[in-house]
């Protein structure tokens, strides 16, 4: 598990493609410290496994899933992640509860300065925007971030100086593909409700359906 409070920014240093998967090599330096193989990194939001290190970088395998599921597929050397080690006993939870695990991507079609913020406009499936609340949380290429808006095609963020110097965000242009991670608890309560079979979507959730199975 991660918080979405990014730690670093690394860079890509090589990209070792196979027929459907890849190895990412990333030059790093704060997330190094303490880490060994088999450890978590959350590389652009996508929970990588450390499979080799040394003092400046670590490699880590993608498998066709995760490059046909986020946009780790468009990195290329050069490119700067987003990175966090995973969480510990001892960590703040700063952001909120973050998987590493990607619902999916959004398409970035606008950025809008406001005084010392930038609003960034994200477009996305109807199918990730069910997840995705007004005030709640979500993590685009591994950021925590608290959603400002939301509409039946898109959603906004807003961007404060602090995030923008510490995070990849900002570096995007329009047209960009990120990853996006929803909450956590609205997955849940959708499986726990059984509500997320194409059948029951086309249920209403009314107070009489909570009584009956057993939430009201």
């Known amino acids: 598990m991660f918080t979405g409070i990014v730690e670093e920014i690394g860079t890509i240093s090589s990209i070792q493609k196979g027929a459907k998967s890849s190895v990412l090599t990333v030059k790093a330096q704060k ?5 060994h193989i088999g450890d978590s990194i ?4 996508v929970c990588l496994t450390i499979t080799d290190m040394d003092s400046q970088t670590f490699k880590a395998d993608v498998m066709s899933e995760t490059l046909d599921r986020t946009a780790l597929g468009a990195l290329k050397n050069g490119s700067r992640l987003n990175l966090e080690r995973a969480l510990n006993l001892q960590t703040r ?5 973050v998987s590493g695990h990607i619902d999916g991507t959004g398409v970035i079609s606008h950025f809008r300065k406001d005084d010392n913020a930038v609003w960034v406009t994200v477009q996305a499936d109807p199918s990730l ?3 995705i609340i007004e005030k709640g949380s979500i993590a685009i290429d591994g950021i925590s971030l608290t959603v400002a808006k939301v509409s039946g095609r898109d959603f906004q963020v807003s961007i ?4 923008a110097d510490e995070t990849t965000l900002l570096q995007h ?3 960009d593909r990120v990853n996006l991670e929803c909450d956590l608890i609205g997955k849940y309560v959708e499986k726990l409700l059984g509500l997320s079979s194409e059948e029951n979507n086309q249920k209403k959730l009314t107070e009489t359906y909570l009584k009956h199975n057993g939430f009201a």
């Open 42 to 45: 959350m590389t652009n939001g």
């Open 129 to 131: 925007l069910k997840y």
């Open 93 to 97: 939870l700063g952001g909120h509860m």
């Open 31 to 35: 997330v190094l410290e303490d880490a």
């Open 173 to 175: 242009k329009v047209g």
């Open 160 to 163: 404060i100086p602090h995030t």
